[in-house]
Nanobody, 120 residues
């Protein structure tokens, strides 16, 4: 059974860094594409970053230059490196991964979410 599990969230001071991971131990051929979302209390869910099947990356304006999305197919893991964190980055971060299960079958999976709190 394929499940993606996030880790790496926590409490960090402004200006600090965290790296989120979204990984599976299930059987997949590859990570086709992946997205990181976040939702702060009282706000709508926001797409923060995504990486395409060709490795192209895109970021919402508020995190450009500070966050980096990447994937490691050998480790079946997607990462979100977050630098220069600000209090406004405080949210629950969730991954959504489209995995290639076979040559013609792809399936999307949500992670359970991980809390990131930026505060002094």
């Amino acid at each position: 059974q394929v499940q993606f599990v996030e880790s790496g969230g926590g409490l960090v001071q402004p200006g600090g860094s965290l790296t989120l991971s979204c990984a599976t131990s299930g059987s997949i051929l590859s990570i086709y594409n992946a997205n990181w979302y976040r939702q702060a209390p009282g706000k709508q869910r926001e797409l923060v970053a995504f990486i395409t099947n060709q490795g192209n990356t895109h970021y919402t304006d508020s995190v450009k230059g500070r966050f980096t999305i990447s994937r490691d197919n050998a480790k079946k893991t997607v990462y979100l490196q977050m630098n220069s964190l600000k209090p406004d980055d405080t949210a629950v971060y969730s991954c959504y991964v489209v995995a290639e299960l076979s040559g013609s079958l792809k399936q999307g999976y949500w992670g359970q979410g991980t809390q990131v709190t930026v505060s002094s």
